[in-house]
């Protein structure tokens, strides 16, 4: 059978690093990027004697996700151990949450090319999490790294609602805008901070049972969850097709070759031997707690979206760009608010900065000039200091040595020139160099202006203020 003869079936287990500023269970700092060993302490090293205490903000960043994904929220919650054992977990049990999750029966919309869909969250649980093992490039053995042990993670359980990889894409996508609005996680998936186990079934259609998931892990980014999954559906169709089972196991995605590998089979609950932590105590939120947490949530990214199409009459599309990162979004707003000047905003959003994000992989958040800078490129444009043109040559500047879009100008002499003697200098040069072009437009054929004012232009590297070049070509043309 081909590909077409089967559905796919996808459910997504995500993790997301808390911003909180200290570990689940201790004082350490969570901050990224610190030498190895030097964020640790007797309790997130699992000294003998140590205990525990909760960190009360990762209940609330948790409760935070839980309304933003429309949840029900458990009033009565526990920690469980999750027994397992690995190098980078030293206490050889993970602190997590079983039967008894924070956060149950969300969901989260998403806008498919098949139109809107819903997609079930199952749960949001909070655990902590494991160190790193750093293996040595020749193989002389690995070196664990503890800073990373006992940083708070919310794990998002999606639904198997998931029907194709674009609609996985989209999922997380909206779940990464969501997280970031809420401010709960910074979500830098190179930085690991948000990471997809993915689950890919298939089943022939019309079938009403699953069929048995593979689950890729620890999956960091877009480009890669999209080729794991469309190369994992091949291989379950090939091993289908050729009367094989699909076998439940974990498998490694490898980016260089494009394949999956079997990890290990799949562990059931009962290799885990979940039970509930002892030195822990229950976790009990009171209806005000949580009407309290609700109140206080930002405007999410749906509402910032229909406000768009209102306030600033932006095209769904465009709306759909923006608001897709709390970054961009809030650049937009800044950025409008002070430059009175929202269309040209948006469209430097969506055109240009869009371009060089994707060109360079670059996530919004990294965007290394801010609100104020780039409502000064538009106010320049505005005032006749630069044209379009140009500004689009200062935008590269602010990207690849940000600094003010004005001293940029300077240091580069892009000062456009609308000194009306300096603009007929070049006019009268250019119509003495192109005598075919003046008598073609004399002769009726208005295309002609618009080489000559082209040819200005280059003369003057960009610079010239191109309303005043046309205007002296029309009247010395006259
Ligand atoms: P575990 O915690 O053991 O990995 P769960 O039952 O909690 O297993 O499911 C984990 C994820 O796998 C969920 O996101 C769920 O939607 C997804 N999933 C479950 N069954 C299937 C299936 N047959 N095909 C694809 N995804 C599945
Ligand atoms: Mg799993
Ligand atoms: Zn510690």
């Known amino acids: ?109 998403i806008d498919a090319s098949t139109g809107r869909k819903t997609i079930g969250i199952t749960r949001i649980h909070i655990e902590e ?12 053995g690995s070196l664990v790294d503890l800073n990373r042990a006992g940083v708070p993670l919310i794990e998002i359980v999606s639904e198997p609602d998931l029907r194709s ?24 998936m190179q930085e690991g901070s948000l990471r997809a186990d993915v689950n890919v079934s298939i089943r022939k259609k019309g079938a009403t049972e699953y069929g048995t998931r593979t689950e890729m892990k620890n999956m960091n980014s877009f480009r890669s969850i999209t080729r794991a999954i469309e190369y994992e559906i091949d291989r379950q169709v090939d091993v289908i097709d050729n009367g094989g089972e699909v076998e439940q196991e974990t498998l490694r995605w490898d980016e260089v070759s494009g394949k999956t590998f079997s990890m290990r089979d799949k562990e059931d609950a009962q290799d885990y031997r979940y039970f ?10 009171s209806d005000e707690y949580i009407e309290n947490i609700r109140k206080s949530l930002p405007e999410l990214p749906e509402s910032r979206k229909q406000r768009y ?12 760009i923006i608001t897709s990162s709390k970054y961009l979004s809030d650049l937009f707003e800044e950025a409008s608010k002070i430059c009175n000047n929202p269309k040209a ?46 500004a689009k040559k200062v935008l590269v500047e602010m990207f690849e040595h940000p600094r003010d879009p004005e001293d ?25 160099n192109n005598p075919q072009s003046v008598a073609d437009y004399k002769a009726g054929k208005e295309k002609a202006l618009g080489y000559l004012v082209g040819q200005a232009m280059k003369e003057t590297r960009g610079k010239a203020n191109p309303q005043m070049l046309n205007q002296m070509f029309k009247e010395e043309l006259k």
Request: aromatic share 6%; glycine share 4%.
């Open 309 to 320: 199409l209102t306030e600033y009459h932006l095209s769904e599309k465009d709306a759909n």
């Open 345 to 390: 905003v948006n469209n430097w959003i969506i055109s240009d900065i869009s371009r060089i994000l994707n060109e360079t992989e670059m996530d919004p958040v990294e965007i290394p000039f801010d609100s104020k800078q780039l409502a000064k490129l538009v106010m320049l444009i505005d005032k006749g200091t630069i044209s379009s043109s140009i």
């Open 165 to 188: 990889s674009e609609e996985v894409d989209l999922y997380l996508r909206k779940l990464k805008s969501i997280l970031e609005y809420i401010e709960v996680s910074d979500c830098k």
């Open 1 to 109: 059978m081909a590909r077409e003869d089967y559905e796919v079936v996808i459910g997504l287990e995500v993790h997301a690093e808390l911003s909180t500023k200290t570990k689940i269970f201790c004082s350490c700092p969570t901050s990224f990027g610190a030498a190895p060993n030097t964020h640790i302490c007797p309790i997130c090293t699992a000294m003998p004697g140590t205990l525990p205490v909760l960190n009360e903000k990762v209940v609330e960043y948790a409760v935070r996700a839980g309304l933003a994904t429309e949840c029900t929220i458990s009033q009565d919650s526990k920690n469980d151990r999750k027994n397992y054992f690995y190098p980078d977990l030293p206490k050889a049990y993970q602190i997590s949450q079983y039967d008894k999750p924070l956060c149950e029966h969300g969901k989260i919309e």
């Open 276 to 285: 509930p932590d002892p030195d822990l105590v229950a976790i009990k939120l």
């Open 408 to 432: 940029i100008i300077d240091e580069k002499g892009w000062v456009q020139i609308s000194d009306e003697g300096a603009i007929k200098e070049v006019v009268m040069k250019v119509l003495e």
């Open 129 to 140: 999490d494991a160190g790193k093992l750093n293996h040595d490039e020749f193989g002389r």
